[in-house]
């Protein structure tokens, strides 16, 4: 059993000892190891240590701590998350911060038994992140998101991905970036999506994964969440969920959730191909990704040349 893990659980625990050590799938921009250990009354307990890549290590190297900081912040404000537990220093055995949390009884949901109320409570829950105070982050570093579509739009590729209409999609964005302020910055997840939230007898049990989180107009958020619904569960899940998050916040301004829908649409350019789908898989989400930015286009007016292989959105 290696013997870093043995050194977290007695930095954690001087009492505790480690009964196993495995490694969590799933993850991409971090190393996730779940730990059970055993305190001397005999009770044990699973955690969850969190290693940061190097992409979000270099984009902040406060990472882990900004992180451990926020998980506290959404514990006190009663949000589902995984409580933060402990904040392990750089050192012979860790060559960067990691964070130990709480491991989450429960499971990613792919094909929900009761979709509605599945959709209905992804969006109340994002609702109620977006609800934060944002006075209560003020010690913590969370990016504006606005600066990095700024970037994004100023880092042109070479090679434009016209099989997601990466060209159309940067004209309409840098044509009106930036936007004019509409609502009121809020926390954003920053990738908020089901494979990020954990289930338990069909109630949401946690939102996880909170290394994107940031600073900006809420519907980032919802546009981000529309198109990861619509290439889960399709158009309607997509427009259900919308609804649902409209009704639960009826205060924001809606006006320009086209453009927040391209900033989305925009992510999966030139890398889509790179994330090992299934071609059946990704055959579908390519079609749903030009469903989700023709509908964006019409509403602002743009033409979109149609695929004849497309149903309508409406």
């Known amino acids: 059993m290696d013997e870093k893990w043995t050194r977290l659980v007695h930095n954690m625990n001087p009492s505790a ?11 991409i921009s971090a190393q996730v190891t779940a730990l059970e250990m055993e305190t001397p009354d005999g009770t044990k307990k699973k955690v969850v240590v969190r290693e940061h890549g190097q992409a979000d290590l270099k984009r902040n190297p406060q990472i882990a701590s900004d992180e451990f900081k926020l998980l506290q912040i959404l514990k006190a404000a009663g949000l589902p998350t995984p409580t933060p537990y402990h904040l392990e220093a750089s050192s012979d055995m860790f060559p960067t911060p990691c964070l130990v949390i709480e491991f989450i009884d429960g499971q990613t949901v792919t094909a929900p038994a009761d979709l509605s109320s599945f959709l209905q409570q992804a969006a109340m829950v994002l609702t109620r992140i977006h609800s934060v105070d944002a006075s209560r982050l003020a010690d913590t570093y969370l990016p504006k998101q606005e ?36 609502n009121a910055a809020s926390l954003l997840h920053g990738d908020f999506w089901p494979g990020n939230t954990m289930w338990k007898e069909e109630k949401l049990a946690a939102v996880i994964d909170w290394e994107d989180a940031a600073i900006g107009d809420p519907l980032s958020d919802l546009g981000n969440a529309r198109l990861e619904i619509l290439w889960a569960f399709g158009v309607e899940a997509m427009n259900d969920f919308t609804l649902h998050y409209q009704s639960a916040s009826k205060t924001i301004d809606y006006s ?7 900033c989305a649409a925009l992510r999966p350019a030139s890398n889509l191909s790179d994330w090992g789908l299934e071609k059946r898989v990704e055959k579908t989400m390519r079609e749903r990704h030009a469903l989700f930015v023709m509908q964006a286009c019409e509403k602002l007016g743009i033409p979109y040349k149609r695929h004849a292989t497309y149903e309508s959105l409406e």
């Open 147 to 182: 600066e990095a579509i700024t970037e994004k739009l100023h880092k042109r590729p070479a090679i434009l991905d016209k099989s997601l209409d990466e060209g159309l999609i940067r004209e309409v964005l840098e044509s009106v970036w930036p936007l004019p302020q509409a």
């Open 256 to 262: 320009q959730l086209p453009y927040w829908d391209l």
């Open 17 to 27: 000892k480690l009964l196993r050590a495995w490694e969590l799938k799933g993850g």
